[in-house]
């Protein structure tokens, strides 16, 4: 049921019980739900328009709020404009919900949840609204028969998939028109409902050029969209689109981006197709992109810095700077800039030279191993897994690396992230059975552990070098069995 709500396009929340809030303000949006499911972190947010792009600025929160033990939370924000807002939590991904609700000052919403999706309601004078929206996604997108359309429309043929777009929009409203309480919907709502369509057709469109040739034919050719019979891109606001807020505006923007760099790169050997990638998408942004489009597409390219610097290591700072000096000097809306300046520190703290993030973590005894400890020795640090085929390939590498350098000022720190008790069990048995020698420790929660956070690992294996003065050599080494020259070269 947990990741049925968070596809849907309707916002749950939680609340307190009715009888216990006071009574409220004529300027006052109140938001009020019961049957949620607590969990650790009990703290959500109501955000604002300004922010639903920039999931996890929860310190711009126009509101916030405790998710009781019951399952029950309660909103009340006093303000003189009608708006749309998201419920989100900072790690309890039970109440993040990425479709905007819309309230106008004195509404109510009240939610009742239920892990039956038939028996979910809404309540309060702005229910009729909301429920529409959540019947329109329990019609289109609930339940194994849609999931099953939505899986085939890659198989289509480029005629079928655009007359299958053209007869859902018609039967989304026809659907919407046939609702009792849609003409009294308010008109900013309707017009959001309709660009939402849109906009998740256009991403969808993107990820059918895609993966069409992927998932028909197994060969990786993505189709270029000058190539492709529709122009779907004809009746959407690339550049001046009213509703660049919305999460699937930027998803559709992602895949504009990613399509025209296949497309510039569909003559390069595969060898080639990643190098300097990180560089041409900015440029793409910069190039086709503009006003709050372009903050947009940045902010959403910042969240793949993790990924990107695998990519193209020697290049990877190069551009960001670069990207970050431009960004600074060209941003429409501040807000955005800022998302990506976040997230362009992390990336900052590990740049060749930069002392090296220290952190502490288990051993298979428990006792806590830190980068610390080694400081006037190089660092061979590998970020694997138990659960990840492609580490476990590389081990006999690694361990032919250590018997090369064996005796030499080096270690090994092997970081194995395990997400469980269970998981961490498993590897203490792994590295004895297998003999996997080094310095061992255990990174619970695997990617989401605090510790190697600085690290910004988003993929195992991940190699890093840090030299005898305890600095940062290479935040993405090369793999044992290419490590060898990096590692001498910091010896001499």
């Known amino acids: 049921m947990k990741n049925l709500l968070l ?125 529409i929206i959540f019947d329109l996604a329990k019609t289109f997108e609930f339940g194994d028969e849609n999931r099953k359309a939505q899986h085939e429309r890659i198989n289509k043929e480029a005629k079928e998939l655009v007359e299958y777009f053209a007869e859902t929009k018609a039967k989304k409203i026809e659907f919407l028109e046939q609702q009792e309480h849609y003409a009294n919907m308010p008109d900013a709502q309707k017009d959001y409902i309709l660009a939402n369509i849109k906009n998740k057709e256009v991403s969808y469109y993107f990820h059918y050029l895609r993966l069409h040739n992927y998932y028909t034919k197994e060969q990786w050719k993505p189709i270029s969209y000058d190539s492709f019979p529709h122009p779907f891109l ?139 400890d080694f400081k006037g020795k190089v660092v061979f640090m590998d970020f694997w897994g138990t659960w990840c085929p492609p580490c476990i390939e590389a081990i006999p590498d690694h361990l032919a690396l250590q018997k090369k350098l064996e005796g030499e000022d080096v270690v090994f720190l092997n970081i194995a992230m395990e997400y469980n008790e269970n998981d961490i069990d498993r590897w203490k048995k792994f590295i004895k059975k297998k003999n996997f020698t080094g310095t061992n420790v255990v990174a619970e929660k695997q990617f989401a552990n605090e510790e190697i956070a600085p690290y910004s690992v988003s993929s195992a294996p991940s190699y890093v070098l840090i030299d005898k003065a305890g600095n940062i050599a290479a935040p993405r080494a090369s793999s044992p069995k290419h490590a060898e020259e990096e590692i001498r070269k910091l010896l001499e």
């Open 234 to 372: 004809s009746s959407f606001e690339l550049n001046e689109n009213e509703y660049y807020w919305d999460g699937e505006f930027a998803q559709a923007l992602n895949g504009y981006v990613e399509n025209k760099l296949e497309s510039e790169t569909a003559v390069l050997p595969d060898s080639l197709k990643w190098h300097k990638r990180f560089n041409r998408n900015f440029n793409i942004i910069k190039r086709e992109l503009s006003g709050p489009s372009k903050d947009v597409a940045l902010a959403k390219l910042s969240t793949q810095l993790p990924m990107l610097i695998n990519t193209d290591t020697s290049h990877f700072f190069e551009t960001l700077d670069e990207m970050h000096g431009y960004f600074k000097d060209n941003h429409t809306e501040k807000r955005f800039y800022d998302f990506f300046k976040k997230n362009y520190d992390k990336l900052v703290n590990i740049k060749p030279g930069s002392p090296a993030p220290d952190f502490s973590l288990p051993d298979s005894t428990g006792q806590l191993v830190s980068l610390s």
């Open 7 to 131: 596809f849907t396009s309707v916002i749950i929340g939680i609340s307190i019980l009715l009888s216990s809030c006071s009574e409220p303000k004529n300027n006052t949006v109140t938001i009020i739900g019961n049957g949620f499911v607590f969990e650790e972190d009990p703290m959500a947010y109501l955000i604002d328009k300004d922010d639903i792009q920039i999931h996890g600025q929860y310190s711009n929160a126009v509101d916030s709020t405790t998710l009781n033990k019951d399952g029950s939370f309660l909103f009340q924000y006093e303000t003189e404009e009608s708006e749309f807002y998201q419920i989100v939590s900072t790690t309890n991904k039970n109440l993040n919900f990425y479709q905007p609700i819309y309230l106008s000052p004195g509404d109510t919403l009240i939610i009742n949840n239920s892990d039956d999706i038939d028996s979910i309601s809404f309540g309060g004078n702005a229910r009729h609204q909301h429920q």
